[in-house]
T-cell receptor, first 109, second 116 residues
């Protein structure tokens, strides 16, 4: 079992819709959780992090964390073509990040 | 502000040759990470340093790989001898230790390595 699992996609959504990305992790000792966005041929860039159960909103992005279920999600509201990218879920344990394989999102204009 | 700087951006070499990748972290950051990204294995942590000292190298695939950080502004990842299966994008990232569990790692642009 991989440490961090994500739906590989691709996930295709129309412009203006909500994109929902899911991530599960195996290490119950994980302390914090990150969502990175990676455009093709570019480096990962941080979108947001979360470490407490519940929701955290930042602009059009909402991260949700449920530690009991070992589940993290990212919602992208009002999706734009510029959101088309691969989204990487990363889990922090003792300062080491473990990354999922990523979910590729395509926003259709 | 300058971000993480990596060189070269692209490297093409032949099997058996030595390859050296370079990284300059963000000024003031005390953690430096080396990652490798491939389609098959995704993004993997190879090694990380704290205050120039290697802390965890458990991700280094084999003895052909070595990494150094002689000072706070420079790190190298060396592969000797290189093999075709080493072809990947190698990223360097740095962070500043603060609250620890939410410290953000900032990635460099990466070095795309092709071993023929």
């Amino acid at each position: 079992q991989k440490e961090v699992e994500q739906n590989s996609g691709p996930l295709s959504v129309p412009e203006g819709a909500i994109a929902s990305l899911n991530c599960t992790y195996s290490d119950r000792g994980s302390q914090s959780f990150f969502w990175y966005r990676q455009y093709s041929g570019k480096s990962p860039e941080l979108i947001m992090f979360i470490y407490s159960n519940g929701d955290k909103e930042d602009g059009r992005f909402t991260a949700q964390l449920n530690k009991a279920s070992q589940y993290v999600s990212l919602l992208i509201r009002d999706s734009q073509p510029s959101d088309s990218a691969t989204y990487l879920c990363a889990v922090n344990h003792d300062y080491k990040l473990s990354f999922g394989a990523g979910t590729t999102v395509t926003v259709r204009a | 502000d300058a971000g993480v700087i990596q060189s070269p951006r692209h490297e093409v070499t032949e099997m058996g040759q030595e390859v050296t990748l370079r990284c300059k972290p963000i000024s003031g950051h005390d953690y430096l990470f080396w990652y490798r990204q491939t389609m098959m294995r995704g993004l993997e942590l190879l090694i990380y340093f704290n205050n120039n000292v290697p802390i965890d190298d458990s991700g280094m695939p084999e003895d052909r790989f070595s990494a150094k950080m002689p000072n706070a502004s420079f790190s190298t990842l060396k592969i000797q001898p290189s093999e075709p299966r080493d072809s990947a994008v190698y990223f360097c990232a740095s962070s500043l230790r603060g609250q620890k569990i939410t410290d953000t790692q900032y990635f460099g642009p990466g070095t795309r390595l092709t071993v023929l």
